[in-house]
């Protein structure tokens, strides 16, 4: 069982920056899959990104709406994934969950809220 907890979050204007962070349980955090995805109430949840790892190289996809503007990375030595984001837009107020996957599992975390009003 992964345990994953989600910080970062909060009001940001339009335009603004938001640094999402997501703690991991676990030893083997650098054979976790990272993604972020969002969800809008009454919305299906979106994917944002993702990282994965092998050997030394991060390989990280973006959903076409955020490339230039958010971008994942992830801290072995502290079990942490990241979403930088940058250029926020208000349609953007949403949910924003991590997920670990491994060997066919899927862990989420709880979510945190991010709202972009002026």
């Known amino acids: 069982q992964v345990q994953l907890v989600e910080s970062g979050g909060g009001l940001v204007q339009p335009g603004g920056s938001l640094r999402l962070s997501c703690a991991a349980s676990?030893?083997?955090?650098?054979?976790?899959?990272m993604g972020w995805y969002r969800q809008a109430p009454g919305k299906l949840r979106e994917w944002v990104a993702r990282?994965?790892?092998?050997?030394?190289?991060?390989?990280?996809d973006y959903v076409d709406s955020v490339k230039g503007r958010f971008t994942i990375s992830r801290d072995n030595a502290k079990n942490t994934a990241y979403l930088q984001m940058n250029s926020l837009k208000p349609e953007e107020t949403e949910v924003y969950y991590c997920?670990?996957?491994?060997?066919?599992?899927?862990?989420w975390g709880q979510g945190t809220q991010v709202t972009v009003s002026s």
């Open positions: 997920k670990s996957s491994i060997n066919g599992s899927e862990f």
């Open positions: 990282i994965t790892t092998a050997g030394s190289t991060n390989y990280v």
């Open positions: 676990g030893s083997i955090f650098s054979r976790y899959a």
